[in-house]
């Protein structure tokens, strides 16, 4: 299984520049995950239909923002952090925002066929 990450710093701005398409088809990844998309799902105009999408975008327009690629449906999804984690670890509270309204994070689980 090949599992690509990567900070592309705006997803529109790198497909504008035909650099994300040709990445994805070059690497051929079973699952992309994307840091600092600065995007909503809807403004998006990649098209990967091989790929299950799974977006969480910021609150904020145009800031930061997570995404998953991914050609097996995964079990589940999860976008932010658990509550009793971010109390736990006073995340809400440490002038750095708020990791769950900025998109910061996004879980998938996903089952390997072998």
């Known amino acids: 299984m090949r599992i ?9 701005a790198v497909h504008r520049k035909g650099l994300f398409i040709p990445f994805v088809e070059k690497y051929k990844p ?3 995950c994307l ?13 990967l239909p091989e790929y299950e999408e799974y977006w969480n975008s910021a609150e904020k327009a145009g800031y930061s923002g ?11 999804v999860m976008l932010g952090l658990p509550e009793d984690i971010c109390q736990k670890f006073k995340l809400l509270d440490d ?5 769950n309204t900025e998109g ?7 089952l390997r066929k072998i």
Do not use: C, M
């Not at 690509?4 to 529109?12: A, H, K, T």
């Open 30 to 32: 079973d699952i992309i």
């Open 35 to 47: 840091q600092e998309t600065k995007a909503k799902e809807h403004q998006s105009e990649v098209d």
């Open 4 to 12: 690509i990450s990567w900070n592309v710093n705006g997803l529109r």
């Open 104 to 110: 910061r994070v996004i879980t998938a689980e996903i």
């Open 95 to 99: 002038k750095y925002g708020d990791p």
């Open 66 to 76: 997570t995404a998953i690629f991914s050609k097996e449906k995964p079990i589940s």
